[in-house]
């Protein structure tokens, strides 16, 4: 296991253990590469009443990808922050009948050095992530949100 896979299966728990819609949505985090985050849910507790899945999934899955993607990038940072997210924008593009597959990525690659640099600076920031529930044909379910981060104790 490296740091990368042990960081990312303490924040699943934290997210289970505090999160109680992530618990029951049965979220698991399944990769983190430090500029990407896969998490997954099935579909059964995330259904809806025409059988694909709920949108309020899709949307809590894919806010929890970004947020984390920060989140883990900040930790191996050094940096303990408080990471929210400020406005985002959600395109449903085509139902969802199987597992939930949602990845995060940041809008640019150098996002997340600069986000650290204005945490160092001037003790908050933000920094922009897309995030997509995979589809058959293209993105299910296309989330592109600016997330705002304050460090603690600021």
């Known amino acids: 296991m490296n740091a990368n896979d042990s960081a990312a299966t303490a924040l699943e ?5 505090t999160i109680p819609l ?3 949505m049965d979220l698991k985090l399944r990769r983190y590469t430090g500029d990407l985050l896969e998490m997954t849910a099935p579909l059964a507790p995330n259904v809806n009443d025409k059988g694909c899945a709920f949108g309020g999934s899709m949307a809590s899955l894919l806010t929890l990808a970004g947020w984390g993607l920060i989140e883990l990038g900040l930790r191996a940072e050094g940096q303990d922050c408080d990471i929210y ?3 985002s924008e959600l395109r449903y593009q085509e ?7 949602g990845i995060a990525r940041f809008v640019e ?4 050095a600069r986000l ?3 945490l160092r600076s001037r003790g908050k920031g933000h920094i922009d992530v897309v995030c997509e529930i995979v589809g058959k044909q293209r993105p299910a379910t296309l989330l ?6 304050r460090l603690r104790g600021k």
């Open 22 to 24: 992530a618990d029951a």
């Open 85 to 87: 997210v400020g406005n």
């Open 116 to 118: 650290a640099h204005a």
């Open 95 to 101: 139902p969802v009948w199987g597992e939930l597959r």
């Open 13 to 17: 728990s934290h997210i289970r253990g």
């Open 109 to 112: 690659s150098d996002a997340l």
């Open 144 to 149: 592109t949100a600016r997330f705002f981060a």
